[in-house]
């Protein structure tokens, strides 16, 4: 949690802080099977699925509404680095395969 204060339009300095929360869960999945074809004594199929769950809550206090009725954020980013008062929800899933052949030798 990070603390900030923040200077409301009447210069009164209005504390606040932000916070996000984030999930990573993956396993290994291992399947195979024995073919005797020519050279070619077994084969394994690996599966590495993944999830990710990532939140961060609206603070209002970060935020403000322009002259055209948006709601816009009180502070500019930059080179990737900023602050956001807007509710962020993302769910990413992922999904890598391996296929492994097992020679005779």
Request: hydrophobic share 35%; net charge positive; aromatic share 10%.
């Amino acid at each position: 949690m990070s603390g900030l204060k923040i200077l409301s339009p009447k210069g009164a300095i209005v504390p606040t802080g932000t916070w996000s929360a984030s999930l990573t869960t993956s396993t290994t999945i291992y399947g195979g099977f024995r073919p005797h074809l020519g050279p070619l004594v077994g084969l394994r199929h690996v599966v590495f699925p993944s999830v990710s769950l990532q939140y961060s809550p609206e603070f209002p206090n970060l935020t403000f509404v322009d002259g055209n009725g948006i709601r816009q954020n009180r502070f500019q980013g930059f080179s990737g680095i900023g602050i956001s008062g807007f509710k962020n929800a993302r769910m990413a899933f992922s999904l890598d395969q391996r296929l492994q052949a097992k020679l005779k030798g």
